[in-house]
């Protein structure tokens, strides 16, 4: 199932400022990983939407460090040590914005069908409209300030959305 999510309502504006909530929390992120080079890291191991650091991908150990994933993926934390204090208090003070957030605003209920666990939607922010996607396994009623709409209108809102963040990424 698919919607969108038109500005005036109050459901686009309590998305948008969860958006705003989560580029923050990615930028809190973005910069305790650029300190070490780090082009990619494991978010917090509890699955949230956004933050947290559980991993940060580099091409060697720094020392004092630990790997925590496959020795093919080079992925290290700072070991729990004297000199790695301050660093292992900034990462667990990264602010974490969990799914139940996001859940609580459309009024999503985290359910499994058969193996499958569907804890949040599919949502893509955008400026004038956001659009979200649920499962058509799930059972899920929409919330005033959804609309209902195509496969086909979902995918032109999608190409949209995402030409403005690659052009946001090219400035």
């Known amino acids: 199932m698919k919607y969108k999510i038109v500005a005036g309502s109050s459901l686009f504006d ?18 305790i990983a650029d300190e ?11 699955r949230p939407l956004a933050g947290g ?5 580099l091409d060697k150990m720094p020392e004092g460090w630990k790997r925590v994933s496959a020795p093919n993926l080079s992925t290290f934390f700072p070991k729990s040590i004297p000199a790695n204090k301050a660093l292992l208090a ?7 914005i969990e799914r139940d957030v ?9 359910q499994w069908i058969g193996l499958t666990r569907y804890s949040s939607p599919g949502i893509k922010f955008g400026y004038d409209f956001h ?6 396994e799930t059972k899920y009623t929409p ?8 496969v086909s209108e979902y995918n032109r809102l999608k190409a949209i959305i995402e030409e403005a963040e690659s052009k946001e990424v090219a400035e």
């Open 102 to 110: 996001l859940n609580e605003i459309v009024g999503f209920k985290e």
């Open 36 to 46: 070490f080079g780090a082009k990619q890291w494991l978010g917090s191991s509890k």
């Open 90 to 96: 900034r990462i667990s003070a990264l602010p974490i």
């Open 53 to 57: 650091i559980s991993g940060f991908m």
């Open 14 to 31: 309590q998305l948008t400022d969860l958006f705003k909530r989560l580029e923050q929390c990615r930028a809190s992120t973005h910069a």
């Open 143 to 150: 919330i005033d300030g959804m609309e209902e709409i195509t």
């Open 131 to 136: 659009i979200m996607e649920v499962s058509e």
